[in-house]
Every structure is written in structure tokens, then in C-alpha cells.
């Protein structure tokens, strides 16, 4: 199963780190969904991840990442150098959370808010869970 991307969908910032994995995962080990949108919530229950999350979040093999500990791990799943930014884990965690805070709490000053989103291509719209068709109803 696929590691899951849970993002921020209003966020300026956080889309285009969406898109910024988008491009660097050519094998496709990475789905998403929008902390706000329905997979999103159920995810997050699942899961137990708060509410109130102000973070990314990956979800892979049953286990959620947050703050830098997610951002590591999904720089080890991409394509290139990337990958090297695993080597981060050696700055100590309070620190690195630290700077991922202090970017999370300004992400809208510095980055804005989306008015609009780019249209995913049907590849990269099969990625998105909010996307995915919902099954009949009886």
C-alpha cells in the first residue's frame, strides 16, 4: 500500500510541496489527501491524529509521521538527491520540529491562502483520495 500525505488543503505552502512530491515520485509511492476533506478526517480517526494537527502527515505501513519526522521520511521516498536529506535525523528532533513550527505558524502570512487549485492530471487525480469515485450508496 501506498504511504499517504496528509496536507493542509488551504495552504499555499503545502500545495506546492504536494506538487514538489508529485514530481519527484515517479514510481507513485506517495497518495494524498486534504486534512480538511473526508479520507483526510477518516484518516486522521483512524489513526488517532488530533484535530486540531497544524502539521504534515504521512501514514505509511499503518504508523503516522508528523512535523519533521514526516517531512524525512518523505524526502527518503523521492526520487534523487533528495533522498540524502535523511541525514537530518541527526539533528536532534526538538530542534527540527522547532524550525517546522515556526514555518507551520507563518505558512499563511508568508505564503498565502489557495483561491484556486491546478487541475491534477487523471495520473496524478488517481493519487488524491478525495478524488477517488465514491461507491454506490443503497
Known sequence: MPAIVLFDGDCNF???????????DTTGNFHFASLQGDA???LRERHRISD??????????????????????????????????????????PIRDFGYDVIA?????????????KLPTPEERSRFLDQQPKPPTR
Not at 105 to 111: D, V
Open 52 to 93: 486540531s494537527v497544524d502539521s504534515i502527515v504521512l501514514i505509511r505501513d499503518g504508523v503516522p509521521y508528523i512535523k519533521s519526522d514526516a517531512a524525512i521520511r518523505i524526502a527518503e521516498g523521492l526520487d534523487g538527491m533528495w533522498r540524502w536529506l535523511r541525514f537530518v535525523k541527526i539533528v536532534p528532533k
Open 14 to 24: 503545502c500545495d506546492a510541496s504536494v506538487q514538489f512530491i508529485l514530481n519527484r
Open 40 to 42: 483526510g478526517k477518516a
Open 105 to 117: 505558524k507563518h505558512r499563511y502570512e508568508w505564503f498565502g491562502q489557495k483561491q484556486t487549485c
